[in-house]
């Protein structure tokens, strides 16, 4: 069942992130993706995140489509004008790419080609709409094309610390589901506490909520994020259970399974995001039970 269908049928969808290779050697980007393949409802493949330099999320959905399996790839407002990202739009189409999310883009100063010059062209409100026209069949300069593209496209949530922050996070997402946003991918979930109380505001957002399961790898990168983004709500007593764990490695990957279950009732599906440890996915698979 495609990722479109599996979506409108309201089944679980659980989906991988995967990054493409900062080069041309795509042999673990493949392996990785063998490793789930049947296991996930499609990759997601995101362009160039947190500004660093790698290849092109179009490179990599095409990949993964070789591989029989369903991608879904980023489209940012940060690297491109509107030409650019129109171009790059049609073009998925054409090489077979049926999903695009619109993602918030990280800035360049924390990337890793800091003179790289933001273009900024269209925010993420104006690329759904851009997208929107496309599958009308007219560009942005309000000609019309040759053949119309299909896709079905979401968008994503910022991260919040509060209820005020959620407001305006709603707010912004609520424009893009006018525009055409289908599904909307949450923030990383670790506190199951604070869940329904952000789903019962994002209820009046209408389409699907994926929610965002962010692998913490150590004591340390979870101590960090607790401290640094109060909008985690990672708390001690996850992070002392990391730090008595005998293997903490697993420890971390059975966290984010146990996360995965409980969420089946309570979202439309999740989102995997393991930042280097893609060949784990499984492991974390096998402790969802999936």
């Not at 496209?153 to 006018?178: R, Y």
């Not at 708390?235 to 059975?254: F, P, T, V, Y």
């Not at 966290?255 to 492991?283: D, F, M, Q, Y």
Request: with cysteine.
């Amino acid at each position: 069942m495609s990722f479109q269908k599996r979506l409108a049928s309201g089944e679980f969808l659980v989906l991988a992130e995967m990054n493409t290779p900062k080069g041309v050697d795509i042999s673990q980007l493949i392996t990785n993706a063998r490793r789930i393949k049947g296991r996930v409802d499609a990759v997601v493949v995101p362009d160039m995140d947190n500004g660093v330099m790698r290849m092109s999320a179009l490179a990599g959905g095409v990949l993964m489509q070789q591989q029989g399996i369903e991608s879904i790839i980023h489209v940012y407002c940060r690297d491109r004008n509107r030409m650019a990202l129109q171009g790059d739009i049609l073009a998925a189409h054409v090489l077979g790419i049926q999903n695009l999310v619109v993602a918030n883009s990280e800035q360049m100063a924390n990337g890793d080609h800091r003179d790289a010059k933001p273009v900024n062209d269209l925010d993420e409100l104006g690329l759904m709409q851009t997208i929107g026209s496309l599958q009308k069949g007219v560009d942005l300069a309000g000609f019309d094309l040759e053949g119309a593209p299909s896709f079905t496209a979401g968008c994503t949530l910022a991260p919040f610390a509060d209820a005020n922050q959620l407001a305006s996070e709603l707010a912004l997402a609520k424009k893009k589901v006018d525009a055409g946003a289908k599904f909307v991918i949450a923030p990383p979930i670790f506190d199951l506490t604070y869940l329904d109380e952000f789903l019962a505001a994002a209820k009046g957002l209408g389409v699907p909520i994926i929610a965002t399961i962010f692998l913490i790898k150590s004591v340390g990168i979870a101590r960090y994020m607790a401290l640094n983004e109060p909008g985690a709500h990672i708390g001690e007593d996850m992070i002392g259970r990391i730090r008595k764990a005998s293997d903490r490695e697993n420890e971390c990957l059975k966290i984010a399974g146990e996360t995965i279950a409980a969420l089946k009732k309570k979202v439309a599906g999740v989102k995997i995001e393991t930042h280097g440890w893609e060949h784990r996915l499984a492991s974390i698979l096998d402790y969802a039970g999936i």
